[in-house]
């Protein structure tokens, strides 16, 4: 199947510090990707819609300003953590979706998963 | 409002006994439903994934899924379960395809299963 990287793996900040978060599609081009949040031990909560050149859509109780997100080409989604608190510390994963051949039988938008980036905000 | 339920938060088993993984949506449209497993500190990989069709759908690593229309499940089975097997599983439900392709999923809580020799 298709490959979704996310970069970086692991990351620590000091509180107060942004932290960005990269979702690369490596051999498709995905003009939807979505960012989820995932607490330990809980479900991944989606975040945001990210669409390629235009603005992201943010579920509801997302704080658009504290989590920027950027969808500038078709391989790259980037989600920026601004002033990052503790609380911001969690697990992100994102998916693309590749995209749709418009023939019977071809591709129908799946969708890949990351590898996740844990982010720890001391 | 589409939902997901998983019944059961753990489900400890023992090494090739065989395992039933539950799952209810709720929905007043038609759905998709897929079966990710995760293990820890990774993304998710698809299992199965149930578009029309058949209703018993068979995926990866031996598991199987069978969608109940009636009684809106989707639970996920395997005969014979392996040490490997232990992971995180995840139910999840959509309403389909958009224009574009696969609209956004909404995940159930997720299910431990926990294989012991």
């Known amino acids: 199947g298709a490959v979704v990287s996310q970069h970086p793996s692991w990351v620590i900040c000091k509180s107060g510090t942004s932290v960005k978060i990269e979702c690369r599609s490596l051999?498709?081009?995905?003009?939807?990707m979505f960012w989820y949040r995932q607490f330990p031990k809980q479900s991944l909560m989606l975040m945001a819609t990210?669409?390629?050149?235009?603005?992201?859509?943010?579920e509801q109780g997302v704080e658009k300003d504290k989590f920027l997100i950027n969808h500038a080409s078709l391989t790259l989604s980037t989600l920026t953590v601004t002033s990052a608190h503790p609380e911001d510390s969690s697990f992100y994963i994102c998916?693309?979706?590749?995209?749709?051949?418009?023939?019977?039988?071809?591709?129908?938008?799946?969708?890949?998963f990351g590898e996740g980036s844990r982010l720890t905000v001391l | 409002a589409q939902s997901v339920t998983q019944l059961d938060s753990q489900v400890p088993v023992f090494e090739e006994a065989p395992v039933e993984l539950r799952c209810n949506y709720s929905?007043?449209?038609?759905?998709?439903l897929f079966w990710y497993v995760q293990y820890p500190n990774q993304g998710l990989q698809l299992l199965l994934k149930?578009?029309?069709?058949?209703?018993l759908v068979k995926g990866i690593n031996g598991f199987e899924a069978e969608f109940n229309k009636s009684q809106t499940s989707f639970h996920l089975r395997k005969p014979s379960v392996h040490i490997s097997d232990t992971a995180e599983y995840f139910c999840?439900?959509?309403?389909?395809?958009?224009?574009?392709?696969?609209?956004?999923?909404?995940f159930g809580a997720g299910t431990r299963l926990a294989v012991h020799p």
């Open positions: 998916s693309a979706r590749e995209p749709t051949s418009g023939t019977p039988g071809g591709s129908y938008g799946e969708l890949f």
């Open positions: 051999d498709f081009q995905a003009t939807t």
């Open positions: 990210s669409n390629e050149g235009s603005k992201a859509t943010y």
């Open positions: 929905s007043s449209v038609s759905v998709y």
């Open positions: 149930y578009l029309s069709g058949s209703t």
């Open positions: 999840a439900v959509t309403l389909g395809l958009d224009f574009g392709g696969y609209n956004k999923l909404i």
